[in-house]
């Protein structure tokens, strides 16, 4: 197995995880934020897709994000402008999935995205340096940090929140 096919791998296997994550659930739980710091589900579904948007098109191929492209805040609701990192708590819990079936258009879009991105990759682009605000990466290292590891952090957020409302995980025999 090549690197980039782990890495391809790993996004399917959290792509199907994300896919599972409203199931069985009504508008309020998908919306609940338990007290503290938390987020609802919505909130890191919604976070997680844009993370993939921005990475794998502005930051990788400087291409325009979906998200905005496609016109989505307006389609599903969402926030027209951020994308979670930095958000209040307030603003956090204030997120809301108005049209779920537009929020899994955007989503198949990206995932479409990126896999298109990860058929054209080869290991030997993986040391290519990206830009990501004031510094570098090299592809393979963003790739890894800010959708492998930061996206199956999510997925277990998830699987927290489920759990707490009495559903079962997403795919919870792979990492946890």
């Known amino acids: 197995m090549t690197a980039v096919d782990y890495m391809k791998d790993s996004l ?15 508008d309020e739980q998908l919306h609940f934020v338990p007290e503290g710091q938390s987020h ?15 990475f794998i098109n502005q930051v990788f191929q400087r291409k325009p994000a979906e998200f905005d492209s496609g016109g989505w805040a307006e389609k599903t609701g969402l926030p027209e402008k951020g994308f979670g990192t930095g958000q209040s708590p307030e603003d956090a819990a204030a997120v809301r999935i108005k049209d779920l079936q537009a929020f899994d258009d955007y989503r198949e879009r990206v995932i479409a995205q990126s896999e298109e991105f990860f058929n054209n990759l080869n290991d030997g682009e993986l040391t ?24 199956n952090g999510h997925r277990g ?10 559903f079962d995980p997403v795919m919870p025999n792979r990492g946890g």
């Open 12 to 26: 399917d296997f959290l792509h199907r995880g994300f896919r599972q994550a409203a199931e069985g659930l009504s």
């Open 40 to 54: 609802s589900i919505a909130w890191v579904m919604w976070h997680a897709a844009r993370i993939e948007d921005l």
């Open 128 to 151: 290519r340096e990206v830009k990501l605000g004031e510094r570098t990466e090299q592809l393979g290292e963003s790739i890894n940090l800010h959708l492998v590891t930061h996206l």
């Open 157 to 166: 957020e998830i699987n927290l929140l489920r759990g707490m409302m009495g």
